[in-house]
C-alpha cells in the first residue's frame, strides 16, 4: 500500500507531511518510558509483516499490522509506523523519503481513530473483545487503503482506476488482518492483561 515517489502532487505530499508529523508530536508526548520496548516491538511487527507479499490476481499484498498499534499504542502508533516506514525506505525501497509523510498518514491515522474506538470494548471477555479486535484490524487496513486512493485521486482524476483497485486487493488483507488482530488481543488477554490495559 506504499504510494511510491514521483506520484503524488507536492500540495498532497505537503499536507500530509504536516499532518504526520502533528500526528507524530503528539504520539512522541503520549509514549511513557515504561511502554518504549512495546511500541519498538510493534514498529519491528510492523517492519517485517509488510515484507511479506502474497499475489493477489494481477498485485501483490501484504499484512501491514497497523490495526494492532493503533489498539495498543494510540497515538503512540504514529512514531511507530513512520520508524517502520523510514527503515523499509532505506533498506528496500519501498515507498520513498518525499513520499513518507502520506504514507504514514495513511496507514496511522485510521488505526488511531479505529484504536480510540474499539479500546473500551477490550475489557468485555470473550467474542466483544475478539469482535472489537477484528474491527479495529479489519478496519485500519481498509481505512489505510482509503486513505491511499484518496491521496492518488486529489493528485488526479486519472488515478481513480488505479485507487479502485487497491481497495479491491486489500478486502481479503483486512478480513486477514482483522483475524490476527483478533486472535493477538485474545492472546495478549490471558498472557499479558497489562499490555491491553486490563491488569
Given at each position: 500500500m506504499h504510494i511510491a515517489e514521483g506520484v503524488l502532487s507536492p500540495i498532497v505530499l505537503a499536507s500530509g507531511g504536516v499532518l504526520t508529523a502533528a500526528g507524530t508530536a503528539i504520539g512522541m508526548r503520549h509514549i511513557k518510558e515504561e511502554h518504549l520496548m512495546i511500541v519498538a516491538l510493534l514498529a519491528a511487527a510492523f517492519f517485517v509483516a509488510s515484507l511479506v507479499h502474497i499475489p493477489i490476481g494481477p498485485a501483490s499484498a501484504h499484512l501491514i499490522m497497523n490495526g494492532v498499534a493503533g489498539l495498543l499504542l494510540g497515538w503512540g502508533a504514529f512514531p511507530a509506523i513512520l520508524m517502520g516506514l523510514t527503515l523499509q525506505a532505506v533498506f528496500f525501497q519501498y515507498g520513498g523519503l518525499l513520499v513518507l509523510g502520506v504514507n504514514t498518514w495513511n496507514m496511522a491515522a485510521p488505526a488511531v481513530l479505529l484504536g480510540f474506538l474499539c479500546r473500551p470494548w477490550l475489557a468485555r471477555p470473550g467474542?466483544?473483545?475478539?469482535?472489537?479486535?477484528?474491527?479495529?484490524?479489519?478496519?485500519s487496513v481498509l481505512g489505510a487503503g482509503v486513505m491511499a486512493a484518496l491521496a492518488l485521486v486529489f493528485t488526479e482524476e486519472g488515478f481513480l482506476r488505479a485507487a479502485q483497485v487497491l481497495l479491491v486487493a486489500h478486502l481479503p488483507v483486512a478480513v486477514a488482518e482483522g483475524f490476527v488482530t483478533a486472535l493477538l488481543v485474545q492472546f495478549l488477554a490471558h498472557a499479558r492483561p497489562e499490555a491491553l490495559g486490563l491488569s
Open positions: 467474542k466483544g473483545r475478539a469482535t472489537a479486535a477484528f474491527a479495529c484490524g479489519a478496519g
